[in-house]
């Protein structure tokens, strides 16, 4: 399986900003669709934002719409979650989820079809 490795999470104050990171080592994402997946306390595992394997479609929920833009690299090595405007709600442990995809327009919506998984990184804004 590819390794995932996050990067980036932390402690904000409600309003900030942080940039979390997706790698997978040794080989780029060209091939692959990505989503971000948050899991806070007491609450299932849901997705944030998705994007395919071109980089054209993308998926936001409707709670970060607006605030929060995934992106990927231009060499594809790396795809980015810029997360602006940081509530209190969006504390969580944050998790990054690949998986090849041919049809690469496709955006990938259900925890169910990602095979590959990083460990996650703990997200937590401050009141």
């Known amino acids: 399986q590819v390794p995932l490795v996050e990067s980036g999470g932390g402690l904000v104050q409600a309003g900030g900003s942080l940039r979390l990171s997706c790698a997978a080592s040794g080989r780029t994402f060209s091939n692959y669709a990505v989503g971000w997946f948050r899991q806070a306390p007491g609450k299932e595992r849901a997705l944030v934002a998705a994007?395919?394997?071109?980089?054209?479609?993308?998926y936001y929920a409707d709670s970060v719409k607006g605030r929060f833009t995934i992106s990927r690299e231009n060499a594809k090595t790396t795809v980015y979650l810029q997360m602006n405007s940081l509530k209190p709600g969006d504390t969580a442990v944050y998790y990054c989820?690949?998986?090849?995809?041919?049809?690469?327009?496709?955006?990938?919506?259900?925890?169910?079809?990602?095979?590959?998984w990083g460990q996650g990184t703990q997200v937590t804004v401050s009141s």
């Open positions: 989820a690949a998986d090849r995809r041919p049809q690469s327009e496709f955006v990938l919506l259900s925890h169910r079809d990602y095979d590959y």
């Open positions: 994007i395919s394997a071109s980089g054209t479609n993308t």
